[in-house]
């Protein structure tokens, strides 16, 4: 018996080449988007305060009331790793007085979010998240601009199916309205309740609007609208933020039953979803919160933002953003030496593999991303060469050190040609810089 094998924990994965280059990629992309728009890049430390998230996500919520990572450290601090990271961004915002900064703020980031979960295809316990923040703005010109931003950076993943789900939530006042007529409405059929939602009534009952569950959802075909309660100002809003939109060639649909898991939303609240994904089809959820700032101690603070699953986003890239990137990164070529040291390659004692070492070293200084396989067979050449969609294979013999050449040949066609050194070189740096103009435009 050898030693125990250990595996990654449960809901949680590794991610391996070459499927890591495509994350790499499409995290370039919201830079240069984000970048486009005023966005600067916010790290946040990958655990908090329990109290930030609880303060700020909700107490009521799925998220803190059973999903949280949280523990005790040596020290005695009750911290938890972030369920996400909206709290995290109004807390630094608050905590280095960016109040103060010419407003708005815009940030973004992107990194991992850790939920305990039920995982499933799509959801993980480790997940990941590309997400903005838009602070110190004004309604809905705000929430516009985020929108437009987002579905600008799905556009140039190569998206054209997606669906933005726009509705508003309202504010404090047409909620606290809705919720108690909601509540006069199920009340009496508290019985035909799961008990997750009777226990909702008490808590979060507009999270019963959430259900999956047959019954419940017949039960509230009839139940009263958010619609019915909202303010004059709430209304006006998300007529502005439609208009904008439509002004702009956004297109959305008023989903009127869209309400999001997190506490801190007020007024326009929207989601993405992709029908490419099953049960699991959100890939981005956001909105705008005036409360959340002033709850963490900051000033009255417009904030607006959304979290787009990476995860799943890789899960749905289109086709074509895929190609383009698989060219930008099949950009290895691959040395082979043939021939012995005798015939003065490479050193005595370092024999072939040093000399394959040696050029694939000459052409990376020359800007050409190359690996030695040293004297492998041309079989286990190419297969390697497939492997890492090498277009390339570089083969040195003692003929090409004795003549000053390389014999250069295509992957695809199989096809070689031997030429000098220096042509070689020119030709593999023209070959390699090609694939990246036709690929990064
Ligand atoms: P939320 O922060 O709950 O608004 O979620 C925003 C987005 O993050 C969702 O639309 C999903 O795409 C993604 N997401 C949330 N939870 C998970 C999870 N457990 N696994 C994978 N993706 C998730």
């Avoid at 004059?232 to 959305?252: C, N, P, T």
């Avoid at 787009?308 to 990137?325: A, N, T, Y």
């Amino acid at each position: 018996m050898g030693a125990k094998r250990y595996q990654a924990v449960k809901g949680t994965r590794d991610l391996l080449p070459p499927e890591t280059a495509l994350w790499a990629a499409v995290e370039a992309v919201a830079r240069r988007v984000f970048g486009r728009y005023g966005f600067g890049e916010i790290r946040t430390p990958i655990f908090e305060d329990t109290e930030l998230f609880a303060r700020g996500v909700g107490e009521s919520t799925d998220i803190v009331g059973k999903e949280m990572y949280s523990f005790t450290d040596k020290g005695g601090r009750n911290v938890t790793l972030r369920p996400e990271s909206t709290a995290s961004v109004c807390r630094a915002y608050v905590e280095h007085g960016m109040q103060t900064l010419p407003q708005p703020v815009r940030l973004f980031y992107i990194g991992p979010q850790f939920r305990y979960e039920r995982p499933q295809k799509g959801r993980y316990r480790q997940f990941h998240q590309i997400g903005a923040e838009l602070l110190g703005g004004k309604g809905a010109e705000s929430d516009a601009e985020i929108l437009l931003m987002l579905v600008a950076f799905l556009r140039e993943l190569g998206f054209t199916d997606l669906k933005v789900l726009l509705n508003t939530v309202g504010d404090a006042e047409s909620r606290a309205e809705f919720r108690r007529r909601l509540v006069e409405y199920l009340r009496p059929h508290a019985e035909a309740l799961s008990e997750d939602s009777r226990r909702r009534l008490d808590t979060n009952p507009l999270r019963i609007l959430d259900t999956k569950s047959p019954e419940e959802q017949k039960l509230l075909a009839g139940a009263p609208h958010l619609e019915e309660c909202l303010t004059d100002a709430s209304r006006s809003q998300f007529a502005r933020v439609q208009e904008i939109l439509d002004r702009m060639g956004v297109e959305y649909d008023v989903s009127s039953r869209l309400v999001r898991g997190l506490d801190y939303y007020t007024n326009t609240v929207f989601e993405i979803v992709s029908e490419g994904l099953g049960a699991q089809n959100a890939i981005c959820g956001g909105g705008a919160y005036e409360g959340l700032v002033e709850e963490l101690g900051g000033p009255a603070t417009y904030g607006v933002g959304f979290a787009i699953g990476e995860d799943r986003l890789i899960e749905v890239l289109p086709g074509s953003f895929k190609e383009k990137q698989k060219l930008q990164v099949g950009g290895t070529v691959v040395v082979r030496v043939i021939g012995d040291s005798a015939e003065g390659l490479g050193d005595a004692r370092g024999g072939l593999e040093v000399a394959g070492q040696e050029l694939a070293e000459e052409l990376r200084r020359a800007g050409v991303p190359a690996v030695s396989l040293g004297d492998a067979t041309p079989a286990k050449t190419y297969a390697y060469a497939e492997h890492v969609g090498a277009p390339a294979i570089v083969v040195l013999g003692g003929d090409e050190l004795k003549t000053g050449t390389l014999t250069v040949r295509t992957t695809a066609t199989r096809k070689q040609e031997t030429m000098p050194r220096e042509a070689a070189f020119s030709y593999l740096k023209a070959f390699f810089a090609s694939f990246v103009s036709s690929s990064s435009s």
